[in-house]
Each structure stands twice: as C-alpha cells, then as structure tokens.
C-alpha cells in the first residue's frame, strides 16, 4: 500500500476511534477540569426519596465520579458518609449508539482500505 493511503485511512479512522474519548475530555474540560463537577453540573442528582432526610448541600459532597473515555461516559456514585451507595447516574458525554457508530465506522474504513488496496502480484 502507499504510503499517503496508510496516511489516510490512519487519520479517518484514528479520528473516529478517538472521538467518544475526545467528547469524554471535553465534558470534562466543560466542568473545569474535575470530573466529580461533571456529576455535579450534568447528572440527574439524587430525588428526594433516595435523600432521604440528608440535606441537598451534604448530599453532594461525596461524590465518587470514574471516567471512562472509550465509552464517551462518566459514571457518578454518591456516598453517605459510612461509604454506602445511596444513588448512581450515568453522565454520557456522547449516546451510546454514537460510541458503537463511531467504532464500527473506524472498522469499516480500515477493512475497505485492507480489501482495496492493490495487488501487484494478482493475475489481471
């Protein structure tokens, strides 16, 4: 294969592989830079049932948040003060079915690249 065709398909689907991980950073970016501020601006807080008496300023204060850039989401734990979960929430930086797209179109753009490229050695 050439050289500028490996550059290509390197870059289209390096760009589409990257993009849930990209939209994750810059959410996080978004939050100033702290993921548990993404829980604290973006997810949906705990309701009033699972506060359960705890005032609305205490609940946040213990917020357990993990990133997970290839799958463009960020995953938010509150804690009581024991360390027991009262309430989880999902922030998705990019929907779950663009996250599939993306990485399915990266493999797409790599196989035809593959089954494309030419064959000095085949008949004609």
Known sequence: MSVTRVLVTVAAAGFLALLPTGAT???IASADGHTPLVCD????????????GRIPEE?????DADARPLLGQVDCTWREAEGGVYWEHTVHALHP???AGSYGLALVIVAAS?????RPWAPS
Do not use: M
Request: proline letters at 7%; charged letters at 20%; a negative charge.
């Open 97 to 99: 079915v663009a996250v």
């Open 25 to 27: 950073a810059l959410k």
């Open 114 to 118: 593959w089954l494309t490229r030419p």
């Open 59 to 63: 609940a946040f204060q213990n917020i």
């Open 41 to 52: 601006i973006y997810a949906e807080g705990p309701d009033a049932e699972a506060l359960d």
